[in-house]
């Protein structure tokens, strides 16, 4: 800017010693041309864009040039005057500090904000706690006006946990059920009622059929029972939606067994979200992509893709290993002579891969 500013200055000294050494009528007639010029871009343009350079080169001009004669320039006189004053204040003034407490880091809030929504219970004043045991010191003010702005309660007063957060903290002990309806080759509806155990992510079919009513899911929840046996008693929720079939012995076949029957409230797939997600995975990854031709075959697809889904499909929430897998770690492959063996799963339409021995 220096430079630029510099260079401006010296052409300006110029140009004014060639002017001096011009005649008076080459000069009236440059002046002429130049104000009919200066109209001409008043016409076109409605605000000049000016370098700062340009702003300090006028406003020093302005000095040499009577007040009356200050029509001449492009810009307002009360615009000379403000750049003046700019260019003063800019020689004179100090850096200035903003008034008040210096800003809250971008970590210290980011850090109240990650508290405030993993821990929906913590009020402002719980939170300023964790936040000081971290070696932050902070104000509760100034985590209540954080939480405020971001339009997070700084006291909460919620009535309980979400879902999500009680479906995680009781995972291991709770069931759920739902329906899952196919559409056969021949346009004939099938049901098909199944039961995710949500610890494990292990999932049963529990029955298939083109007429479902309550006793028939009735007596699919006894068999299920006889099959689980002693394991029962692992169980201490069944969540299922508010379905007319699923009638009070339904219920009753679980409660006999110790297990609390909770129903989701009307139009809330979230609140059921483990067995609606396993409905997604079976229509996008087998379903949805070959024609059923009656129930049986139905039963005979479901069951082959459920052995797939319990003994070798990887789990995100299960740290990528199958609802049936042990707690141990898997052996880390020698890459150098691993070769991945390939079993195809319903013809060829899902894969899996092992060690070949």
Request: proline share 6%.
């Amino acid at each position: 800017m220096f430079v630029s500013f510099g260079y401006l200055v010296l052409r300006q000294v110029l140009q004014l010693i060639v002017l001096g050494l011009r005649g008076d009528g080459a000069k009236e007639v440059e002046i002429l041309v130049l104000r009919h010029q200066v109209a001409v871009l008043r016409r076109q343009v409605k605000r000049l864009d000016l370098e700062p350079s340009d702003r300090a080169v006028l406003s020093a001009l302005a000095w040499f040039l009577p007040r009356p004669r200050w029509a001449t320039f492009m810009v307002t006189p009360a615009t000379l005057l403000r750049w003046h004053r700019t260019l003063i204040a800019g020689k004179w003034t100090y850096p200035r500090r903003r008034p008040g407490r210096p800003p809250v880091q971008a970590v210290i809030r980011a850090l109240v904000l990650r508290l405030a929504k993993e821990n929906p219970g913590w009020g402002h004043r719980r939170i300023q706690g964790e936040l000081v045991g971290l070696g932050y010191r902070v104000a509760a003010s100034t985590v209540w006006s954080i939480l405020t702005k971001a339009g997070v309660d700084p006291a909460p007063r919620r009535a309980g946990p979400t879902w999500t957060q009680f479906l995680s903290a009781r995972a291991k002990g709770i069931l759920a059920c739902d329906f899952l309806h196919v559409d056969t080759i021949g346009l004939t509806r099938v049901y098909v009622l199944f039961l995710m155990e949500i610890g494990t992510r292990r999932v049963h079919i529990l029955g298939v059929t083109t007429h479902p009513d309550g006793a028939w899911v009735a007596q699919q929840a006894r068999n299920l029972m006889l099959q689980v046996g002693d394991r029962a008693g692992q169980f201490r929720f069944l969540i299922r939606d508010r379905d007319t079939k699923y009638t009070p012995v339904f219920d009753n076949v679980f409660t006999s067994e110790g297990i609390e029957v909770l129903r989701s409230p009307p139009q809330a797939p979230r609140a059921n979200a483990y067995a609606e997600r396993w409905v997604r995975a079976v229509r996008r990854e087998c379903l949805d992509r070959m024609l059923i031709y009656h129930r049986r075959h139905l039963l005979a697809v479901l069951g082959e893709f459920v052995e797939h889904y319990n003994e070798h499909r990887p789990h995100q929430g299960r740290d990528q290993r199958p609802p049936n897998a042990t707690d141990t770690e898997p052996a880390v492959a020698d890459l150098a002579s691993a070769r991945a063996r390939r079993r195809k799963i319903l013809n060829g339409l899902i894969s899996e891969y092992s060690q070949a021995a």
